[in-house]
């Protein structure tokens, strides 16, 4: 039935349908069967998309889902590497790098680490991978530094130069909702507990300047 509804349609059908939804001004109630056919089927095809806006609506729903489950997240976090920094990254693009060196003698350039990393997207993703897997593995999970923690959800972005970073949302295994932290926060001892917590797991460090 699906197939033979999308088979009725014409070009000026599908034409008129993107007008209206390029201007704002059609919605799923006021298009016919045949067009929702089409985009029902363009909507689960294009969930499997990454970057689509299908696939950015799934992703939205499992947080909502999450939310539902889980309740608030208690930390957005977001880790983006310096790959054209890192050694491993540039150890990862088959540099033939010393990475016990602490100050290699043969590091190339800014600009030739830059161009390796861009020339060996693969690679830098693997790097990518690898690192993010052994921060959660090794600082989120389990006895990390922010505490038990009883989920997450992360989804990676590339930036204009092609290189990756992570947004993740961490849910600490506490029982406190926002009205009860709201009004415990009141209360000066957790007030201090909870200012020794954050300055135990937030540094700042700028050395590297």
């Not at 209206?20 to 969930?47: C, D, F, T």
């Amino acid at each position: 039935k699906t197939a033979d509804q999308i088979a009725s349609l014409n070009a000026d059908d599908i034409k008129q349908v993107l007008n209206g939804i390029e201007k704002n001004k059609i919605n799923a109630s006021s298009r016919n069967p045949q067009v929702n056919a089409l985009l029902s089927q363009v909507k689960a095809v294009g969930g499997k998309v990454m970057g689509s806006a299908q696939s950015r609506s799934m992703l939205r729903n499992q947080i909502h889902g999450l939310i539902f489950n889980q309740g608030l997240p208690s930390i957005f976090l977001t880790i983006n590497p310096a790959d054209i920094n890192s050694r491993v990254a540039l150890y990862f693009a088959g540099i033939d790098l010393d990475l016990d060196a602490i100050i290699p003698s043969n590091l190339p350039s800014t600009y030739q680490r830059a161009e390796i990393i861009a020339s060996h997207p693969v690679s830098t993703a693997k790097f990518f991978h690898r690192l993010i897997t052994t921060v959660l593995e090794t600082m989120i999970l389990g006895e990390g530094v922010l505490g038990p923690v009883k989920g997450y959800y992360g989804t990676v972005e590339n930036q204009g130069r092609g290189s990756l970073h992570l947004h993740m949302l961490i849910w600490l295994d506490h029982k406190y909702t926002p009205s009860q932290l709201r009004e415990n926060i009141k209360d000066e001892q957790f007030r201090n507990n909870l200012r020794d917590y954050l300055e135990d797991i937030i540094s700042e460090d700028l050395d590297h300047l």
